[in-house]
């Protein structure tokens, strides 16, 4: 009896396994053709399972190719992880300049970390009046001070 319960349960469970990886697998193939229509969303959305390897194998490439799409179509938190991946040389040339000018874009946006990781680069480089400006912008959208504080003072 015992037996057939825990046998019971096994397929149970096998089939529940089965059926959540059929339900991932196609829930990324919608993402991927929502991406390739040119959804914004959709296209930071893949990028972001391809530099994870979250349901796809991990390819930071293509992850930079995906968010780039999402980025040039203005999508905010795209633009933030392509600086981020231009600063640390993720997927593409590491490149200060582009990172710089994609938080830059972020910020004008209102994207408030962009404008604390702005404000600490112009405290490294010394530029204090920028990154006060940056730090005061910050805190206008409320983000917390002392977060604040830590991404000013950390190198």
């Not at 529940?16 to 914004?40: K, M, P, R």
């Not at 293509?62 to 040389?89: F, S, T």
């Not at 209102?110 to 010394?126: P, R």
């Not at 730090?135 to 991404?151: D, H, N, V």
Request: aromatic share 8%; net charge positive; proline share 1%.
């Amino acid at each position: 009896m015992y037996k057939l319960l825990r046998l019971f349960i096994f397929s149970c469970l096998l089939s529940l396994c089965v059926s959540a990886q059929a339900e991932e697998s196609s829930a990324q193939a919608a993402i991927q053709q929502s991406a390739e229509q040119g959804d914004a969303k959709a296209q930071a959305k893949l990028g972001a399972m391809y530099l994870l390897g979250n349901s796809v194998e991990k390819d930071e490439q293509k992850a930079a190719e995906w968010m780039l799409k999402a980025a040039n179509q203005g999508h905010i938190e795209a633009e933030v992880i392509v600086a981020a991946m231009y600063d640390r040389g993720l997927g593409v040339k590491n490149d200060v300049k582009m990172a710089t000018q994609w938080y830059e874009k972020a910020a004008a946006q209102g994207n408030t970390t962009s404008m604390a990781i702005l404000g600490k680069n112009e405290v490294a480089k010394g530029g204090v009046a920028f990154s006060y400006q940056g730090m005061r912008l910050s805190a206008a959208k409320q983000i917390p001070t002392e977060y604040a504080k830590r991404i000013l003072l950390t190198k």
